[in-house]
Every structure is written in C-alpha cells, then in structure tokens.
C-alpha cells in the first residue's frame, strides 16, 4: 500500500467518492462532530458528501434540532447531532475551561459570578426563547460581568450544557437552551465514550493514526489509547513505512475511487481532522492549504491530492467561481472542475454564472 492510497480510502471513508448517507443528520451522525468554526463551510461540508443535498435541505436540518452547532473538540464550533452533545462534551470540557483561566484574570473575570448568569439564561431562555448576543449582553448587564469576555461565556456556558447555537435572524446567530433542543443527561462513562468517539473517528475519517485521533478530539494519548483499546474489534489496521493505520472494518478492501475533481470549503475535514496531511498535501504544496494562523483554505482535491484552491462569490443573478489550480490543468481535469463548480451552484441553488482560472 502507497500513501496516495490512504487518500484513496479515506475519500471512501468520509463519504466523498463513497455515498451511504440519505439525509445531512444522518451524515453529521456518521462522521461525527464537523467542524463549522466558518458556518458557510460547515453547511458545504454536508453537502459536498450529500450528492443530492441543498442549502435549504441543510439548514432545515438546523433549523429543525436534527443537526445542532456547537463548541466541542478544540474549543471551535462544530456540527453535531443531538444525541452526541451530553456524552462528547465531557470529554474536552474540564481542559477546554481550564485553558480560559489566563483570559478570565486579564479580564477581572470572577468564575464564581457564573452560576448566576447560567440561571439568569435558563430562567430568560425557557420556553424555547432565542436570544441574540447582542441580548444576552444586554441581560447580563449590572451582574459585573466583563462584556469584552462575551464570547468566552458563551463558550462556558455551552461546555456546561446550558446553551447552544439555533436558528439565525436575519443574518446574525441566536443562541437557546440546550435543554429545548438535546434534552436528557449523560449517563455514558468516559472510558465508554472514548471508545464510541474512536470508533466514530476511526471508521469516518480512516486510515487515520492515533496522533491524527489526538488532533481531531484534542484529547490526551492516554484517552485516545483508551478509546483505540476498546474500539479495535470493530477496526481493521495497516501499517506503512512503521506507522500504524486504524480504519472501518472492511474499509481496507474497498473499491478504488474512480478519477474525481472535487472542491472542498475551508476547514474541511479531508486536512483539518488529521496531524499528518501529507497523505492528501504532495510535498511541492506543503502549507498552501492554510495561513500561518491556521486558517484553512477551500480546497481543489484532484484524485484525492491537494491541487489547487478556489473562491466563490454571490452576486445578484448567481454564483461566480474561480478556480486556482497550482499546475495547469489538463481538458479533461477542467472539466470535471468545472463539474464540481455545477455541483455547489445547485447545492447553494444559485445559476453558475461563469467559471474563471487564475
């Protein structure tokens, strides 16, 4: 086995030459948390393994509680099914608040003053209430709360299962009670739940390794051993040059995906989910798929390698998309490109109205 064939598989595994999943929570429930730190891209990374799938089929999902937004692994947003969020959140929440502890003091934040505000969202929040940031800075207001710390609180206060994002209005996010939307407690031990997210990750986004298991959950070696320890039954593993590979049984024997130009929004899981992303990044684009800062990019993916990177913009009577191939791209590979650009123009349900290189 090559490394261009772990591409080749885990194009298989994350549904993206291989299409199993019918309906966009029964896709997030199949991969796990995706991240939606940019939420346009998260919506995209739905539809992009949905062939079918639209705008408005993605968003009534959200809209609907059947896909929720909120933080979890490596304290950034993400996409989950409500069923997930009381047994995954625990797993990072006590290292994820440990790691606000500098801002809070550079802010004259005093954590004891949270319990309050948690009962003053509960009691504002019952009833399915959706309130906007700007909403809940004005309900804190005169508790001696920090409002330049907002976002923090509204990180903690989903670590502790009080709240979580809901629908937009208008073009700003609204936040309710997690109770409303994912009602119930945890009753899964940790050890437990390590096991399912390893099976989840290893089966979603295989041939995958532990480090890769440790970036994507932002957990310890330990817990993702752990997690490996009891999730090996139900995973076939491979090594190449020393280096193990867990994945889905019977992931390793299937088909080879067929030649495929795929464009992929930023932060997808295809890189953002792994350590190691030379399997999918050749040597020669090494750092072109994000800034310095950890900023990913959309991704122009050519038979399962990093090709080049793309850009669309919304204008009155559609969609306009340039393309930004890093070698110059073969009839044939224009036009499954220029396929893949037909494909997002119908998810966002927009006319393509020109396609364009740089």
Same mark, same amino acid.
């Given at each position: ?15 993206? *030459? =291989?299409?199993? /999943?019918?309906? @966009? ?7 796990? !948390? ?16 949905? @062939? ?8 009534? %999902?959200?809209? $609907?509680?059947?896909?929720?937004? +909120? #933080?979890?692994?490596?304290? +950034? ?20 608040? $440990?790691?606000?502890?500098? @801002? ?7 954590? %004891? ?37 907002? $976002? ?5 206060? *989903?670590?502790?299962?009080?709240? /979580? ?15 409303? #939307? ?22 979603? =986004? ?23 320890? &009891?999730?090996?039954? *139900?995973?076939?593993? &491979? ?11 019977? #992931?390793?024997? *299937? ?5 495929? %130009? ?19 990044? !050749? ?13 990913? =990019? !959309? ?7 990093? +090709?080049?990177? #793309?850009?669309?913009? &919304? ?5 306009? &998309?340039?393309?930004?191939?890093? =070698? ?10 220029? %396929?893949?650009c037909h494909h997002y123009a119908n998810f966002m349900e927009l006319p ?7």
């Amino acid at each position: 086995m090559l490394i261009s064939d772990i591409a080749r598989l885990r194009l298989h595994a994350q549904q993206l *030459s =291989h299409h199993s /999943c019918k309906t @966009p929570q029964a896709l997030v429930k199949y991969m796990g !948390p995706m991240q939606a730190q940019d939420y346009n891209a998260g919506k995209y990374a739905i539809g992009t393994r949905l @062939p079918k799938a639209t705008l408005p089929m993605v968003e009534k %999902a959200i809209n $609907q509680a059947k896909i929720i937004r +909120t #933080w979890v692994f490596r304290g +950034t947003l993400h996409l989950m099914v409500p069923e997930d969020i009381r047994w995954m959140t625990p797993l990072v929440k006590d290292r994820l608040q $440990q790691r606000l502890k500098a @801002p809070e003091k550079a802010l004259n934040v005093d954590p %004891a003053g949270y319990p309050k505000i948690y009962k003053l969202l509960q009691q504002e929040m019952k009833g399915g209430r959706q309130l906007l940031k700007s909403e809940i800075e004005t309900l804190i207001t005169g508790h001696k709360f920090n409002r330049n710390y907002m $976002q923090y609180l509204l990180l903690r206060a *989903s670590l502790e299962g009080i709240i /979580c994002h809901a629908p937009m209005r208008g073009k700003q996010f609204t936040f309710t009670l997690l109770d409303e #939307w994912s009602p119930g407690t945890n009753t899964i031990t940790t050890e437990a739940a390590l096991g399912m997210l390893a099976t989840r990750f290893f089966t979603s =986004h295989g041939p995958a390794t532990v480090a890769d298991f440790m970036t994507y959950a932002g957990i310890t070696q330990k817990e993702a051993n752990v997690g490996l320890e &009891i999730a090996r039954p *139900s995973l076939d593993n &491979i090594t190449l040059d020393k280096v193990v590979y867990w994945c889905g049984k019977g #992931w390793l024997k *299937s088909p080879k995906a067929v030649p495929q %130009a795929l464009l992929l929004p930023a932060f997808d899981e295809i890189l953002v989910a792994y350590k190691d992303r030379s399997a999918i990044t !050749p040597a020669a684009h090494k750092g072109k798929a994000m800034t310095i800062n950890g900023i990913f =990019h !959309p991704i122009m993916l050519l038979d399962g390698q990093l +090709t080049g990177l #793309w850009k669309r913009t &919304i204008v009155k009577d559609g969609v306009d &998309i340039e393309l930004q191939p890093f =070698h110059l791209l073969k009839k044939t590979e224009k036009q499954a490109f220029e %396929a893949a650009c037909h494909h997002y123009a119908n998810f966002m349900e927009l006319p393509l109205r020109q396609v364009t290189y740089a």
